[in-house]
């Protein structure tokens, strides 16, 4: 599924990338809340569906930072995924996200369009007593888009 | 075998209770900045009333603070700080006329000048506290015992680096020589040797540092050495580290308190190190290493010690290490495998999902550059269970380095590198090699 922004929305920042993201899950049936803060960072957007939890990192380019920003959500999330701002992913970097289980999310640098380029697989590695801990702190932050 | 004297710095008010943790008498001495002397003289007096009655403890006068660019001592409307002003005017001459209008140089401190300033600092450091303490609420119930003097009283010092070293090293052994004259029967000196760790790297400008030091008739020194990180740093910074400290020790005849050191640092005063410093000093909350010149502090983060790593990691690394290890499979497991200590073991407290109240946190909005984000803050409790479970394994470090032989020390580097390797990497572990390698080639 793909969502079409207007030709104006260019992505000029990261938080265009949230935005976007944040829009596209939401349409998706998704409730997002962004700025979640877990284990002494912040992950750019948590969108939960039923009771699955995933965990999103929006850059505009510097993936590899992403990446390792996502390995503290493995104690929490179900899902995790890695928002950027491209058109057509390189190959390393689809590599990476197969090789972590993470997914990729892709916003268009132009139009803004958001298309899954890679879907996130089950996380096994999550510690009940940290998702416990998470899931306290999640019901004092509001949906962006009720 | 010798033990090696366990100090820590005197930070906050809020820390005094931790100079009994955990247990009274755990620490042979504390150090407090001159200038925390100079804020809160009443405080302090009855801290080392109420906590340290008969302990040592040393005054460092600061006297460095004045030599740095002003921009640095003083506060957002370009005043010196209230604390440091105090102080300047305890010193009088040169420091009272320039601190917070231009650095201090040693043209400045002819011999009449610095003669002036070590009577002035070292009358400081042994009057200073001495009339607050005759005037405390404690002093009656003390006695005779109501006024302590200082351990030692250190001379006035100055930061020491390759490209100043001819200029300050001279004023430095000067000081301590007037100190000497200066000081009273039974009185004790102490120099104060802060250097940047590329004095600490060349053998020659260490050499040179260490002969004007041991030349000046000193007691002992307090050895600092700018940001000198005992988990990232190289083996010439380390084997320099240990060679300044053991030519300093002169064989023993000397004490050697490194103000800032970790357990690469305790090692070196032990049997691994051939007793390289007499004792070593943290701070309650850590301050394993400083820089001279004090940078911002950033956005507090809960840490776990991680014993065997003999590191202070963020909780989330921590986590992730001990759960791929199964080490968080059960109270008992935590126990025998990360740390058995009183504070873990209240902790968690037979349920090992306890572990994340280490790392319990309180999210505020902070505004920042680009808009208001919400950051998390460790909460009191879960610092107070970080920094006690830190104090309890920097207790049994200082225990057994002195207790310990020197091959069963560096056998337990070698086996917490290998049995930490997979889950924190070779750059994780690294160190503990290094610190092997170090005394081994000793």
């Not at chain 1, 039923?50 to 959500?73: N, S, Y």
């Not at chain 2, 320099?240 to 002169?250: C, F, I, N, Y």
């Not at chain 2, 070196?268 to 410093?277: F, Y």
Request: glycine share 10%; hydrophobic share 40%; with cysteine.
């Amino acid at each position: 599924m793909t969502t079409k922004r207007r030709p104006e929305d260019e992505i000029g920042c990261e938080n265009d990338v949230v935005r976007a993201v944040t829009q596209f899950l939401s349409d998706s049936g998704y409730r997002v809340r962004v700025e979640v803060p877990n284990m002494g960072q912040s992950a750019d957007l948590v969108a939960t569906r039923g009771r699955w939890v995933t965990f999103i990192e929006a850059k505009m380019k510097d993936w590899r930072r992403a990446l390792d920003q996502c390995r503290a959500h493995e104690h929490v999330a179900d899902y995790i995924c890695l928002a950027l701002r491209c058109d057509s992913p390189s190959d390393t970097l689809l590599q990476a996200v197969r090789d972590s289980g993470y997914g990729l999310i892709g916003v268009s640098p132009g139009a803004g369009d958001v298309r899954w380029h890679h879907p996130p697989v089950l996380n096994r590695r999550v510690w009940p007593p940290q998702r416990r801990t998470l899931s306290g702190n999640l019901r004092e932050i509001r949906h962006v888009v009720d | 075998m010798s033990s090696i004297e366990h100090w820590m710095q005197f930070g906050t008010f809020a820390q005094k209770d931790f100079f009994e943790y955990p247990a009274v008498g755990t620490y042979d001495g504390v150090l407090i900045n001159a200038n925390m002397v100079a804020y809160a003289p009443g405080g302090i007096a009855a801290f080392l009333q109420e906590k340290r009655a008969g302990g040592k403890y040393i005054i460092d006068p600061l006297t460095h603070a004045f030599q740095h660019d002003p921009a640095l001592i003083s506060d957002g409307e370009g005043k010196v700080k209230s604390s440091l002003r105090q102080l300047a005017d305890h010193y009088g001459g040169s420091i009272a006329e320039i601190a917070g209008k231009r650095p201090l140089r040693p043209k400045d401190l002819n011999d009449a000048a610095l003669d002036a300033l070590v009577k002035s600092c070292l009358a400081y450091q042994r009057e200073h506290l001495r009339e607050h303490m005759t005037e405390s609420n404690a002093a009656k119930y003390l006695g005779d015992g109501a006024t302590q003097p200082p351990y030692a009283l250190v001379a006035p010092y100055f930061y020491i680096t390759e490209s100043t070293l001819t200029e300050w090293l001279a004023v430095c052994a000067e000081a301590i020589r007037h100190a000497r004259s200066a000081a009273q029967d039974g009185e004790k000196v102490f120099g104060s040797v802060v250097v940047s760790q590329g004095i600490v790297t060349d053998p020659d400008d260490r050499a040179r540092v260490i002969e004007a030091f041991t030349g000046s008739e000193a007691d002992g020194f307090l050895l600092s050495v700018d940001n000198l990180d005992e988990i990232s740093a190289g083996k010439m910074e380390l084997k320099g580290l240990v060679a300044l400290a053991a030519g300093l020790r002169s064989g023993g005849q000397r004490e050697v308190i490194n103000v800032h050191g970790g357990y690469f640092s305790i090692l070196a005063a032990g049997s691994a190190g051939g007793n390289a410093m007499s004792g070593v000093a943290h701070g309650p909350e850590f301050g394993e290493f400083r820089s001279v010149v004090p940078v911002g502090g950033g956005i507090p983060i809960a840490r776990y010690y991680v014993p065997g790593l003999h590191a202070r990691i963020r909780y989330r690394d921590a986590l992730r290490m001990f759960n791929q290890k199964g080490w968080l499979s059960s109270a008992d497991e935590f126990h025998s495998s990360v740390c058995g200590c009183p504070e873990c073991r209240r902790v968690l407290d037979g349920d090992p999902g306890r572990f994340t109240l280490f790392g319990e946190g309180n999210a505020k909005s902070v505004r920042r550059r680009h808009g208001i984000v919400r950051i998390e803050f460790p909460t009191r409790d879960a610092t107070l269970a970080c920094l006690k479970h830190y104090l309890e394994r920097k207790k049994k470090e200082y225990e057994a380095a002195s207790s310990a032989p020197r091959e069963k020390l560096l056998k337990e580097l070698g086996e917490g590198a290998d049995k930490f390797e997979d889950v924190a990497g070779l750059d994780g572990v690294a160190h503990l090699r290094l610190w092997a390698r170090v005394f081994e080639s000793q």
